[in-house]
């Protein structure tokens, strides 16, 4: 899905730019400058997705979704691991999405908030049964 928005942003940036820069080249080349840049960035997101995956170490999960945001959980804050839960759960103000554009596949209830009372937080894993495994090595039932 990433990369097809960068698909899309680099259709949206030789199009509609070449556009504006023709009655307008000063603008035109200044947003032509600004999209470039913007789908640089997002390539560079997309790769440290995989280069800053989920960490666990020293009694805490450092989830993570690439660049843009890293929170950590200690294992003893964490009552349940889920991999399903009711629709829409992953959209609600208490909760922390760290799963982008894609779906969640993992959902860790907390005994206490994190950020700005945010009890349940939702992940991507790219390999959700080597997460389940591990947290099942630590005590955690994975329902």
Known sequence: MMWALFAL??????VVHIFVALK???IGWTLTTISALGAIW?????????RLPHELRDGALTLRLGT????EVALDNVIAIKSTWE????????SLNLAAIAYPNRCLDLKEPIEKGKARVFIRCD????FDLIMRNHGFAID
């Open 9 to 14: 942003s680099l259709i949206e940036l030789v």
């Open 24 to 26: 307008w080249p000063v």
């Open 42 to 50: 997002l390539v560079w997101w997309i790769f440290s997705l995989k």
């Open 68 to 71: 843009l945001k890293s929170v």
């Open 87 to 94: 629709q829409g759960a992953h959209d609600d103000k208490a």
């Open 127 to 130: 390999d959700p049964a080597s």
